[in-house]
């Protein structure tokens, strides 16, 4: 049986974030993902300057497609305005598979399937062991299901539905475009060009609601394309778009259980007004591995800090949910 002093179930940004911590801090880690990297993550791939600092990544010596936003265009109740922030744009192919390169950790491809503990030791499929467990695994992840879903069981109304396509596209307006609640989406539409000709389009909402409305998430998406061939940001289109759910921050109590913690969207750490999670997912990871190396505590509280104001994030949501 292989044994490590940490294992981390899922190679995304919450698990490399606190593989590469934990490694700089000299602990032995080992870090299995059911899928080999470079691999597909549905993600538009924004990222914010707070990701930019948490990873301490100098956008000048990144060696994959970094695009970077003054504005973002945002169309909203038939206005269309800039709004003045700086974001980023990378492609999830890439950048997770070079942040789980960064992290020096030991990378083996394998499904986790089931985990058991054994006096003080976690089990893996009886083939690896390790003393502390970290759940990275996303909206499935099996630490998650095998330890905290009783606990902190999923909040329905908090899942999202997306969908989404990423493609080499010869884009002529490099801005980020974002619609907002459009023919009664209960959520939003974007279109983030990345750099050297690739381009992001997708759509997301709230899938109880869409649920309730008896609407469907691809009837909005039917309605994007063609308004962005009418806005001559696309061109011809006929790819099928993939669709992934994940759900937004909820009030979760519980994120570590002896020595087992999930971070990211296995806790489901999303924010609710722009359902943005690689913040969160690096945040986390990056606490996790802090509670490990340091003893600091590992808590919702501490994870507190990087989410938009809660009442605004609320009067946001109720905003979506009663249109
Ligand atoms: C369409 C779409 C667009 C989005 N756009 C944005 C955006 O622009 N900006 C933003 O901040 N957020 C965005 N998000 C959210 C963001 O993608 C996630 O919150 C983020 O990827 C969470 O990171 P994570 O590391 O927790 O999980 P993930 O990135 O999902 O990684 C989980 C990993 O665990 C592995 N795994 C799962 N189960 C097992 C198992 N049993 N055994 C071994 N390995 C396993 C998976 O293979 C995967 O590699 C978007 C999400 C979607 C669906």
């Keep these: 049986m292989q044994t490590a002093e940490v294992i981390i179930i899922g190679g995304g940004p919450a698990g490399s974030s606190c593989a590469w911590r934990l490694r700089q801090q000299g602990v032995d880690t080992l870090l299995l993902d059911a899928q080999a990297f470079p691999r597909l993550k549905l993600c538009a791939g924004w990222i914010t300057p707070a990701v930019v600092h948490d990873l301490q990544l100098d956008i000048s010596s990144y060696p994959r497609r970094f695009n970077s936003f003054n504005h973002l265009v945002v169309h909203l109740f038939g206005f269309t305005f800039n709004l003045n922030s700086l974001q980023h744009s990378i492609r999830r192919f890439e ?46 992840c099996p630490v998650y299901r095998s330890f905290f879903r009783e606990l902190n069981p999923r909040a329905r109304e908090l899942q999202t539905v997306t969908l989404e396509h990423e493609y080499a596209y010869e884009y002529t307006d490099p801005r980020c475009h974002l619609w907002f609640f459009k023919n009664k989406l209960p959520g939003y539409a974007w279109y983030v060009p990345k750099a050297q000709g690739y381009l992001n389009i997708g759509l997301g909402g709230m899938a109880l609601t869409l649920k309730q409305r008896a609407d469907d998430i691809w009837r909005h998406w039917d309605w994007f394309i063609k308004e962005l061939q009418r806005k001559r940001l696309i061109g011809d289109f006929d790819a099928q778009p993939k669709g992934y759910s994940y759900y937004l921050r909820q009030a979760i109590d519980t994120v570590r259980i002896d020595n087992a913690f999930i971070i990211g969207d296995a806790v489901g750490l999303a924010t609710v007004d722009m359902a943005e999670g690689i913040g969160p997912a690096v945040r986390s990871g990056l606490r996790a591995a802090a509670a490990i190396t340091q003893g600091h505590a590992y808590s919702i509280k501490t994870l507190e800090t990087y989410t938009i104001t809660k009442p605004w994030a609320h009067w946001w949501l109720d905003k979506i949910l009663a249109r």
Excluded at 95 to 118: A, C, M, T, Y
Excluded at 127 to 135: F, S
């Design 95 to 140: 950048f997770d598979e070079w942040l789980l390169q960064r992290s020096g950790v030991p990378v083996l491809q394998h499904n986790v399937r089931e985990i058991v503990k054994e006096n003080n030791y976690y089990v893996l499929d009886g083939q690896y062991r390790a003393r502390y467990l970290i759940g990275a695994g996303g909206t499935k």
